[in-house]
Each structure stands twice: as structure tokens, then as C-alpha cells.
């Protein structure tokens, strides 16, 4: 079982930043792939990002390429999502998922467990 729990949304001016983080429990977290994903009012849940369980390998959305970085820690169980340059668009709650099989890294279902979300908000 793995509990993941996302903190670090809120309001913020576009072109402006903010860093999300996804806390994980379990023992199986760093052979885990990670992902964000975002769902704005009135749309599917789209993916934003993905990581491999080593860190090695990363997975961007065009829309978000160049502008977002996710990480991880994997001695603290935890990962990351640094979103520069943000835009009114990227308006979403923002959910982690881990992957405990295998599977596209950019599809919704492969993903096992999922947090509850955290809400960012970027005013124009």
C-alpha cells in the first residue's frame, strides 16, 4: 500500500513560481515510477510529468516542457514538481500517481495509487 500526500499549491501571478511536493509511505517508493498529473474545471485529467524510479529518467506534456522540473528524493520518500514561468492556463488541481508495474508513463491508468490532489491557481 502507498499513501501519497501532495502539498504546496495555491495563488500565484502568472510568470511566477511554485514547487509541489508529493510525500509517499510504503517501502516500495523508490522502485515506484512518479507522475504529476493536472485536472482543470470542466476537463480530464490531463499528465504534466513523470519520473523514473532511479530519477534517471524524466517524461515532460509539450505544454509544460522547459518550464516544469520534476525530482524526487528518494531518502525522503518524496517528489517533486519546480513550475516556472507559469501561465493562467496551467490553473488545475495537481495529483502525484505512483507506478508500481509497468506501462506508458503518460497513461492515466497504469498509475496505482494517487494522492488527493493540491489546487494551484495563477491569476493573469
Known amino acids: 500500500q502507498v499513501q501519497l500526500v501532495e502539498s504546496g499549491g495555491g495563488l500565484v501571478q502568472a510568470g511566477g513560481s511554485l514547487r509541489l511536493s508529493c510525500a509517499a509511505s510504503?517501502?516500495?517508493?523508490?522502485?515506484?515510477?512518479m507522475g504529476w498529473f493536472r485536472q482543470a474545471p470542466g476537463k480530464e485529467r490531463e499528465f504534466v510529468a513523470a519520473?523514473?524510479?532511479?530519477?534517471?529518467?524524466?517524461y515532460y506534456a509539450d505544454s509544460v516542457k522547459g518550464r516544469f522540473t520534476i525530482s524526487r528524493d528518494n531518502a525522503k520518500n518524496t517528489v517533486y514538481l519546480q513550475m516556472n514561468s507559469l501561465k493562467p492556463e496551467d490553473t488545475a488541481v495537481y495529483y502525484c500517481?505512483?507506478?508500481?508495474?509497468?506501462?506508458?508513463?503518460?497513461?492515466?491508468?497504469?498509475?496505482?495509487?494517487w494522492g488527493q490532489g493540491t489546487q494551484v491557481t495563477v491569476s493573469s
Open positions: 519520473i523514473s524510479g532511479s530519477g534517471g529518467t524524466t
Open positions: 510504503g517501502r516500495t517508493f523508490s522502485s515506484a515510477a
Open positions: 500517481a505512483a507506478r508500481l508495474g509497468v506501462g506508458a508513463y503518460k497513461v492515466l491508468r497504469n498509475y496505482d495509487y
